[in-house]
């Protein structure tokens, strides 16, 4: 099976940078997302890595080591309209198929 | 295109009674994924559709959970005798053949909400 692990909750201050971590155990990995979603809205892509390294998409960042099972979302220059839920998610195959498996998401809470 | 399109948005049943939900996917998706969603928690799987082709399905599907995409665009999701842990948010996604994951992931639609009283 997946094991997918993030913390619960983060607080950060408008203006700072914040990472989030994921750290993941499965078998035939096929790639991780990171996704938004506001509370009572769908998740929102922002990223994907495959490859070990870091992804460089404007304010956020994301950031792979497969070796180690570990990623990172990196946010820069936080705005209040960050506050949400952040979802990593690890792509895995399945019978032929690739299917996405989320963690149970980071609340980060942006304040002034 | 207008993205993935789910309905309807909030639905409020008894309990034991049935309940369908649809999706319209992307239209040039292919794929099509039903997951669930509870308050605090990610997404879970539920199941994932290749066209019409059902080609996974989670064990959190009981068999009052059904799912079809009979011509392999719009899919439903049916809960037959419905209990209250069914309650929960019943989210749809779609991806491309061959998804051009980096810049498109997958799409989700804006869910479902299923309460059961």
């Known amino acids: 099976g997946q094991n997918i692990d993030q913390p619960t909750e983060m607080t950060a201050t408008e203006g700072a940078i914040v990472q989030i971590n994921c750290t993941y155990q499965?078998?035939?990995?096929?790639?991780l997302f990171w996704y938004q979603q506001h509370a009572g809205e769908a998740p929102t892509f922002l990223s994907y890595?495959?490859?070990?390294g870091l992804e460089e998409k404007g304010r956020f960042s994301s950031f792979l080591s497969r070796s180690k099972g570990y990623s990172y979302l990196l946010l820069k220059e936080l705005q209040m309209k960050d506050s949400a839920s952040y979802l990593c998610?690890?792509?895995?195959?399945?019978?032929?198929?690739?299917?996405?498996?989320f963690g149970r998401g980071t609340s980060l809470i942006v304040h002034p | 295109d207008t993205g993935v399109s789910q309905n309807p948005r909030h639905k409020i049943t008894k309990r034991g009674q049935n309940v369908t939900f649809r999706c319209d996917p992307i239209?040039?998706?292919?794929?099509l994924y039903w997951y669930r969603q509870t308050l605090g928690q990610g997404p879970e799987f539920l199941t994932y559709?290749?066209?019409?082709?059902?080609?996974?399905k989670s064990r959190l599907l009981s068999d009052r959970f059904s799912a079809e995409r009979p011509k392999g665009s719009f899919s439903t999701l049916e809960i037959q005798r419905t209990e209250q842990g069914d309650s929960a948010m019943y989210l749809c996604?779609?991806?491309?053949?061959?998804?051009?994951?980096?810049?498109?992931?997958?799409?989700f639609g804006s869910g479902t909400r299923l309460t059961v009283v």
């Open positions: 996604a779609s991806s491309p053949r061959t998804p051009d994951a980096k810049y498109y992931g997958y799409t």
């Open positions: 499965t078998s035939g990995f096929n790639g």
């Open positions: 239209s040039e998706h292919n794929r």
């Open positions: 998610a690890v792509s895995h195959a399945s019978g032929g198929s690739y299917i996405p498996t």
């Open positions: 890595n495959v490859l070990d």
């Open positions: 559709f290749q066209n019409e082709a059902q080609l996974e």
